[in-house]
């Protein structure tokens, strides 16, 4: 029986909430035998079912062992996944991308998928992980000759580190050198505004629409 998108779909963001590790890489296998859209497949499906996770986490559901345990399945799934979505990246470097997550913050999983997906559509990414000092990412920002800055945060007590990297830039007076992004899950269009930075994204494809936009090719 063919089983339509939605509820392949469906299956991904169930797998990771049944914390189903053998299911959850099976489909994953089998997305990239199909050809399916590996983009949708992280965004439309795992992604889903880790949020489901936070929630069910959030409401007592679940423990902190379980929120971590759907955490290293989604991780396990990008593992897979992430190395064909780059299989299609361009030679050329449209401009240049440095993506930290914030000091103090692990999550790393969206920071992990805007990154991967920046880089499928040719741009030079340089991704620093997570619990980065703000001073760290703008030092490589430097190094490496950025164009972007992007800073992950998705917790409410390390958002002010995407502040800090704004007002460091002005203390040094590289605020006109740099674009800086946010994103995250308490990540507002006030909170933008609020530390003066560039722009946000709320995920993977909307990111790369901002950065296509901001470098103009
Ligand atoms: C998975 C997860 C974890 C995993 C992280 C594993 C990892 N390697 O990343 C683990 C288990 C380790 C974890 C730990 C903790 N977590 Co947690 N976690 C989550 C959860 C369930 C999902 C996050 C996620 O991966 N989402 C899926 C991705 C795809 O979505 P995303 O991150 O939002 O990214 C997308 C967009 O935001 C955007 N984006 C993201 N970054 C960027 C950057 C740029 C530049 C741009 C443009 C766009 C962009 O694009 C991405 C792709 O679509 C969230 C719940 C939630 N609703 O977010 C809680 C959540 C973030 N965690 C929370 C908490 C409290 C914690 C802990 C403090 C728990 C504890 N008591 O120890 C610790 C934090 C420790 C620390 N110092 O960081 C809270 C935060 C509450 C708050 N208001 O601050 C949340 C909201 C859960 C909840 N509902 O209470 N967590």
């Known amino acids: 029986m063919l089983l339509s998108q939605e509820q392949i779909f469906k299956d991904m963001m169930d797998s990771i909430v049944n914390l189903d590790e053998e299911t959850a890489i099976d489909l994953a296998s089998k997305a990239i035998k199909d050809n ?14 880790i ?9 007592g559901e679940f423990f902190l062992p379980e ?6 399945i989604m991780q396990n799934c990008l593992d897979l996944l ?11 470097s449209r401009g240049k991308v440095v993506i930290a997550t914030i000091e103090g913050d692990i999550h790393s999983i969206g920071k992990t998928i805007v990154g991967t997906m920046l880089r499928a559509y040719g741009y030079e990414v340089h991704d620093l992980g997570a619990d980065v000092p703000a001073e760290k990412i703008i030092d490589a920002a430097i190094e490496k000759d950025a164009d972007i800055i992007g800073v992950s945060a998705l917790l409410t007590t390390t958002m002010f580190g995407q502040k800090k990297i704004i007002e ?3 203390e040094r007076n590289l605020l006109e050198r740099f674009k800086v992004i ?19 994204a709320e995920n993977a494809i909307d990111a790369v629409k901002l950065v ?6």
């Open 36 to 49: 399916m859209n590996l983009i949708d497949v992280i965004e439309k499906g795992y992604a889903i079912g």
């Open 51 to 59: 949020q489901k996770v936070g929630e069910l986490w959030e409401e």
């Open 67 to 72: 929120l971590m345990r759907g955490a290293q």
């Open 82 to 92: 992430i190395p064909h979505l780059q299989k299609g990246s361009e030679e050329v």
């Open 168 to 170: 460091i830039l002005k």
């Open 182 to 200: 946010l994103g995250g899950a308490p990540v507002t269009r006030s909170w933008v505004n609020e530390c003066n930075a560039d722009g946000f």
């Open 212 to 217: 296509k936009s901001m470098l103009g090719k």
